[in-house]
């Protein structure tokens, strides 16, 4: 059973263009989060969907940001017009849809943007 | 959420018992507590839960006091690759899933 996959590993844009971070969770999962991990500092959660909705947003920076996890394909992490703030390692969790340990989430590798 | 304190870091030599202590004095009924470990460039990794008394798996060993206002992850006979940060996570079994992660405990292990 694959763990979670991310993509692309590292991503490196320009100040203004647009990143598109991908996730596909763990086989048999449906639930997906968003983290993002700053240098030196611990994971903060950003958003939280099941399949063709999102539950929790409260992290989600209110402008340039937006998650998606269609029906079929992986979720989808977009950041619009970044800026240098934006620098930082995502990561994607993932969880069955049932859990007695609902904080048992498992991560992906993290995609690492970089901008410049 | 009932807010976590850890140290920032901790020194070990292989072979030794190492003892994380995590304190949430304001945790709450329904929380559980949970541990996690990252790896440079690596996301976080599950490492145990428990919600009182004590836990034990293949990895490590969780403490929790009656009063569970506080917890102790320890790790046996710790090698180099159990280098990593330590996060120690207090939240509800139910409800809001999203995890709150502090600055976790920096384990260095030397040879």
């Known amino acids: 059973n694959a763990g979670v996959m991310q993509n692309p590993r590292h991503l490196v844009r320009r100040r203004g263009q647009e990143a598109r971070l991908r996730c596909s969770p763990m086989?048999?999962?449906?639930?997906v989060y968003w983290y993002r991990q700053l240098p030196e500092e611990g994971l903060k959660f950003m958003v939280y969907?099941?399949?063709?909705?999102?539950?929790?947003e409260s992290g989600m920076p209110k402008e340039r940001f937006s998650a998606e996890f269609p029906k079929e394909g992986p979720s989808i992490l977009r950041i619009q017009q970044v800026v240098r703030g934006d620098s930082a390692a995502y990561f994607c969790?993932?969880?069955?849809?049932?859990?007695?340990?609902?904080?048992?989430?498992?991560f992906g590798p993290g995609t690492r943007l970089t901008v410049l | 959420l009932a807010k976590t304190t850890q140290p920032i870091s901790m020194d070990s030599y292989e072979g030794q018992e190492v003892n994380i202590t995590c304190s949430h004095n304001n945790i709450a009924t329904n929380d559980y507590i949970t541990w996690y470990q990252q790896f440079p460039s690596q996301g976080p990794r599950f490492i145990i839960q428990g919600y009182k008394t004590k836990v034990t798996n293949e990895v490590a060993s969780l403490f929790i006091p009656a009063d569970r206002k506080s917890s102790t992850l320890s790790l046996p006979r710790v090698s180099l690759s159990d280098t990593a940060v330590y996060y120690c996570?207090?939240?509800?079994?139910?409800?809001?899933?999203?995890?709150?992660f502090g600055s976790g405990t920096r384990l260095q292990v030397q040879p």
């Open positions: 086989k048999g999962h449906s639930h």
């Open positions: 996570l207090v939240a509800l079994d139910t409800g809001r899933r999203a995890l709150t």
């Open positions: 969907l099941q399949k063709e909705n999102i539950i929790d």
């Open positions: 969790a993932s969880s069955p849809p049932i859990s007695g340990r609902a904080y048992e989430q498992f």
